[in-house]
């Protein structure tokens, strides 16, 4: 997920966004410990896209406030 598709999001669609990344993210883990995870990098990818969706919703909360 690029930056700029973040940007287009609306807040709730953000939110929700990052609960499905937080949920996803629990579960690659959870496939990591077993020894079942095909791919690590999708771990990465994951943590990535969260610290996107949260530094744009941070962005607009400041953004609100100034």
Known sequence: ???????????EELI???????K???NLRLSHA????????ALNSVKKDIAR????????EQAAKA
């Open 24 to 26: 996803e993210l629990f």
């Open 53 to 60: 969706v949260k530094t744009v919703l941070r962005e607009r």
């Open 16 to 22: 929700a966004k990052l609960a499905d990344l937080k």
């Open 34 to 41: 077993t020894g079942q995870l095909n791919n690590p990098l």
């Open 1 to 11: 997920m690029k930056a700029s598709n973040v940007r287009e999001l609306s807040n």
